[in-house]
């Protein structure tokens, strides 16, 4: 194992908040081996101890110093805190949070808060492939809360439904022609809506564009999302988000919602492993590289269709029988 570090010691040092054990395995998994699975499966009971905050918007919102903000109102409550950061590119090139340490030099060096960015590696959805094994490891460290921000792709952001129990929407005033294309997709999943640089023109315009949206999609729900105005940088509405995420997280507890989102959660995350696997079985049993260059270079000239190239590499892997 990397380092010459056991998994045991690993899996040890993740348990008592140890940032190098858990930096080491997020390497790891990163990387795809299987030593780094090995310690996951370890690190599975106990599971939902953390709370999982998802911060998405468009790029330019202001989602790393929102976040800033929010870490810093949950260590001033003594929590232990998380920070994902989706980057678009790598996982070591800093993203949108982790490019500005200048914001957070303040708590970065705070014992009780750890920040790792995560690279999408082309995976659409906002989130990355890695992503609930990362929440995992934060959850074995003991981090209660886990602050998770997306890359800000607009649309096709829908994937953080998946695995986090808050979801916190941001926009900004002057983004009404962005609102409308959205109302099909991410704004759906959004539990609770900040405008942030509220201090702009155009901010009441937002919040009432927000409203009208909320009043003609939230139908029967007891849950009506919130609107909060912030200047991130100011401070200003800080303290009113983290009221409105205590409330949402009331109102899942009170009506038996965790456990279903976790669920459903849990089942998304075994169809992946699965994938995940088929892929892997297919390529050690077959040079899939090459077969995909074939087979691809044979369906441009016309003289194979991707239905038989499918079969042809699921036959050859001995997955299926023809």
């Not at 395995?25 to 299987?34: A, F, Q, V």
């Not at 953080?160 to 005033?173: N, R, S």
């Not at 912030?230 to 009221?243: H, N, S, V």
């Amino acid at each position: 194992m990397a380092n010459k570090i056991s998994t045991e010691t690993i899996i040890t040092g993740i348990r008592g908040g140890d940032k190098r054990c858990a930096s080491l395995l997020m390497s790891l998994i990163e990387d795809g081996s299987r030593e780094g699975e090995a310690c996951l499966r370890n690190l599975y009971p106990p599971f939902g101890r953390s709370y999982v905050l998802g911060i998405t918007g468009w790029p330019g919102v202001g989602k790393s110093t929102l976040i800033n903000r929010m870490a810093r109102s949950l260590l001033a409550e003594d929590k232990q805190v998380g920070v994902i950061a989706i980057d678009p590119t790598s996982p070591f090139s800093g993203g949108s949070l982790l490019g500005d340490r200048e914001r957070m030099k303040e708590i970065d060096g705070d014992f009780r808060l750890f920040i790792r960015s995560a690279a999408t590696r082309g995976q659409t959805g906002g989130i990355t492939p890695t992503t609930k094994a990362f929440i995992k490891i934060l959850e074995a460290m003991g981090k209660e809360m886990i602050l998770l921000e997306t890359v800000g792709i607009g649309q096709n952001e829908v994937s953080v439904a998946q695995v986090a129990d808050t979801i916190v929407l941001i926009v900004i005033p002057g983004m009404g022609d962005y609102l409308q294309t959205l109302k099909a997709g991410v704004l759906e999943i959004g539990d609770i809506f900040v405008v942030n640089k509220s201090d702009r023109e155009g901010a009441n315009q937002t919040v009432a564009d927000l409203q009208m949206f909320i009043d003609l999609n939230s139908g029967q729900s007891e849950w009506k999302p919130p609107i909060i105005k912030t200047i991130a940088p100011d401070r200003k509405g800080i303290e009113e988000l983290m009221a409105a995420i205590h409330r949402h997280r009331e109102y899942l507890t009170r009506c038996n919602l965790i456990f279903s989102k976790r669920e459903s959660a849990a089942k998304s995350e075994i169809l992946e492993i699965m994938k995940s696997r088929f892929i892997r079985h297919i390529a050690e049993q077959t040079p899939l590289d090459e077969r995909l260059n074939e087979y691809s270079q044979q369906i441009c000239d016309g003289s194979m269709d991707p239905y038989r190239a499918a079969e042809e590499i699921l036959k050859d892997s001995g997955i299926i029988k023809l």
